[in-house]
């Protein structure tokens, strides 16, 4: 009894630790403990993020069907910036990493400054496509006409507004790689918070304010997120964590520039394979109506918020891999991934219990309509299967980005979703008729399929001799 008090304080203890930032060194001492204090901040970092898409459906689902249908179709193209933005993520994590392994530190923030621009430049770009043609894109998703009339306004201000996005992935990648995760955590609580309280004015009006329907959603995220990017800069100028960038830090470096580029081509060119798989298997589920789409975009959101503690130890993972690198230990870096790899499959095996056994009562805190309800929770049911690879093969997949070796899960990638998951969906769903459910099968399976592979292939060491 008495150990195991001693050990719940201990958690206690070191969950403070962790949330607060205080522990700096990840390259000795005790991997369990390296483990926790990075995956801590980084899980409710992520959780802060998926809580963004949670809130918005919550209330743009009393506004109609349509409105949750159009955020489906916008994120499943929002999710193309976001492969931009996570591949140079992954180069900024990895080079930080590594250049803080090593203790150059004026390298780490002469690549956090890189990878700022690229971000602005890349942004401005999307920016423009979004602002003047929101309409078209929507038309392109497959979306009716009446939904694209009430929706447009939403697609235009988040597009239009990506550099929000951009940045406060970028520089919390860079954040993260130098170990400072809380302070990423702490981003995302800003920016979340602000989410939840604007929301609710922006959609249904408030005084002076107007109903903007689903289109006050969008700017209700963008102004959370650009607020939380303030911060992200203030915190970057100032000092406040291991990276420091001053004035005259801010000129253009081609070195570094292309070094991040390189590194991160492998990682934009992966998360462009499976987010532009994600758009074609959103464009298959339009052809089954709104309401399937509308249970398709719930079941998914919910299920990217149970994906983000897995994407935090995956995340941590990369940093103990990029740092343990760059301070020449390869057989601490690959034992933290495995030991990453096993406490994110755990956690994920319980939430697939969870899935299958309320998926319904789940679906219905949503949204009550019949098919909606039965196709979400058929939905998370049959994703749920496979929760249990995902999280493993969400930890050695970053693994590879974080030491720099972004081609290999590319190819990946490549082979899974490309090569067998869109064309089985659209057999499965179509040739062989079973609708939505030969989709939910076809991403279960290739997400099987990539862990399996990615495990494998990891095994095999070469990860270990990449130069960043």
């Given at each position: 009894m008495q150990s195991n008090k001693i050990s719940f304080k201990q958690f206690i203890q070191y969950f403070k630790i962790a949330v607060t930032g205080k522990e700096q060194e990840f390259t000795s001492g005790s991997i369990r403990r390296a483990v926790f204090m990075l995956s801590i901040p980084m899980i409710l970092e992520m959780l802060m993020e998926s809580i963004f898409a949670i809130v918005d459906i919550m209330y743009v689902s009393k506004v109609s069907v349509n409105a949750v249908a159009t955020i489906g179709l916008t994120e499943s193209v929002i999710t193309l910036v976001y492969a931009v933005a996570i591949g140079l993520s992954m180069a900024a994590t990895a080079v930080v990493a590594r250049r803080v392994g090593e203790t150059?530190?004026?390298?780490?923030?002469?690549?956090?400054?890189?990878?700022?621009?690229?971000?602005?430049?890349?942004?401005?770009?999307?920016?423009?496509?979004?602002?003047?043609?929101?309409?078209?894109?929507?038309?392109?998703?497959?979306?009716?006409?009446?939904?694209?009339?009430?929706?447009?306004?939403?697609?235009?201000v988040l597009l239009g507004g990506n550099v929000t996005i951009m940045l406060l992935f970028l520089i919390n990648a860079i954040f993260r790689g130098a170990g400072d995760a809380s302070i990423a955590m702490k981003v995302l609580i800003v920016s979340n918070g602000l989410n939840i309280i604007l929301d609710p004015i922006f959609i249904f009006g408030l005084g002076p304010i107007p109903a903007y329907g689903v289109k006050g959603a969008a700017i209700a995220t963008t102004i959370g997120r650009g607020v939380a990017v303030v911060f992200q800069l203030v915190v970057l100028f100032y000092g406040y964590g291991k990276i420091k960038i001053a004035f005259k830090d801010l000129v253009l470096r081609i070195g570094v520039m292309f070094n991040l580029i390189k590194v991160s081509l492998g990682g934009i060119g992966q998360f462009l394979i499976g987010t532009s798989s994600?758009?074609?298997?959103?464009?298959?589920?339009?052809?089954?109506?709104?309401?399937?789409?509308?249970?398709?975009?719930?079941?998914?959101?919910?299920?990217?918020?149970?994906?983000?503690?897995?994407?935090?130890?995956?995340?941590?993972?990369?940093?103990?891999?990029?740092?343990?690198?760059?301070?020449?230990?390869?057989?601490?870096?690959?034992?933290?991934?495995?030991?990453?790899?096993?406490?994110?499959?755990?956690?994920?095996?319980?939430?697939?219990?969870?899935?299958?056994?309320?998926?319904?009562?789940?679906?219905?805190?949503?949204?009550?309509?019949?098919?909606?309800?039965?196709?979400?929770?058929?939905?998370?049911?049959?994703?749920?299967?496979?929760?249990?690879?995902?999280?493993?093969?969400?930890?050695?997949?970053?693994?590879?980005?974080?030491?720099?070796?972004?081609?290999t899960p590319t190819k990946i990638n490549f082979v899974c979703f490309w090569l067998l998951q869109l064309p089985f969906a659209y057999f499965m769903a179509f040739n062989l008729d079973f609708g939505p459910t030969g989709v939910f099968w076809a991403i279960t399976l290739a997400e099987i399929l990539i862990a399996v592979i990615a495990i494998i292939w990891f095994r095999k060491g070469d990860w270990k001799l990449v130069k960043v």
């Amino acid at each position: 009894m008495q150990s195991n008090k001693i050990s719940f304080k201990q958690f206690i203890q070191y969950f403070k630790i962790a949330v607060t930032g205080k522990e700096q060194e990840f390259t000795s001492g005790s991997i369990r403990r390296a483990v926790f204090m990075l995956s801590i901040p980084m899980i409710l970092e992520m959780l802060m993020e998926s809580i963004f898409a949670i809130v918005d459906i919550m209330y743009v689902s009393k506004v109609s069907v349509n409105a949750v249908a159009t955020i489906g179709l916008t994120e499943s193209v929002i999710t193309l910036v976001y492969a931009v933005a996570i591949g140079l993520s992954m180069a900024a994590t990895a080079v930080v990493a590594r250049r803080v392994g090593e203790t150059d530190i004026q390298g780490a923030s002469n690549a956090a400054v890189q990878v700022i621009f690229l971000g602005i430049l890349v942004a401005a770009i999307i920016s423009v496509i979004g602002i003047l043609y929101p309409k078209e894109i929507l038309g392109l998703m497959g979306g009716e006409p009446d939904l694209i009339e009430e929706g447009y306004g939403y697609t235009q201000v988040l597009l239009g507004g990506n550099v929000t996005i951009m940045l406060l992935f970028l520089i919390n990648a860079i954040f993260r790689g130098a170990g400072d995760a809380s302070i990423a955590m702490k981003v995302l609580i800003v920016s979340n918070g602000l989410n939840i309280i604007l929301d609710p004015i922006f959609i249904f009006g408030l005084g002076p304010i107007p109903a903007y329907g689903v289109k006050g959603a969008a700017i209700a995220t963008t102004i959370g997120r650009g607020v939380a990017v303030v911060f992200q800069l203030v915190v970057l100028f100032y000092g406040y964590g291991k990276i420091k960038i001053a004035f005259k830090d801010l000129v253009l470096r081609i070195g570094v520039m292309f070094n991040l580029i390189k590194v991160s081509l492998g990682g934009i060119g992966q998360f462009l394979i499976g987010t532009s798989s994600w758009v074609f298997l959103m464009r298959i589920m339009s052809e089954f109506g709104s309401e399937v789409l509308a249970g398709y975009t719930i079941a998914i959101r919910v299920m990217m918020f149970t994906l983000m503690p897995a994407w935090g130890m995956s995340n941590a993972a990369a940093t103990l891999v990029g740092q343990n690198l760059g301070a020449q230990k390869p057989d601490r870096a690959e034992l933290s991934v495995w030991k990453t790899g096993k406490y994110s499959s755990i956690f994920m095996g319980f939430v697939s219990i969870i899935y299958l056994v309320f998926a319904p009562q789940i679906i219905v805190l949503f949204n009550d309509t019949p098919d909606v309800v039965k196709y979400g929770s058929l939905c998370l049911r049959v994703i749920a299967a496979g929760y249990v690879f995902y999280g493993y093969g969400m930890v050695v997949i970053n693994a590879f980005n974080g030491a720099g070796d972004t081609k290999t899960p590319t190819k990946i990638n490549f082979v899974c979703f490309w090569l067998l998951q869109l064309p089985f969906a659209y057999f499965m769903a179509f040739n062989l008729d079973f609708g939505p459910t030969g989709v939910f099968w076809a991403i279960t399976l290739a997400e099987i399929l990539i862990a399996v592979i990615a495990i494998i292939w990891f095994r095999k060491g070469d990860w270990k001799l990449v130069k960043v």
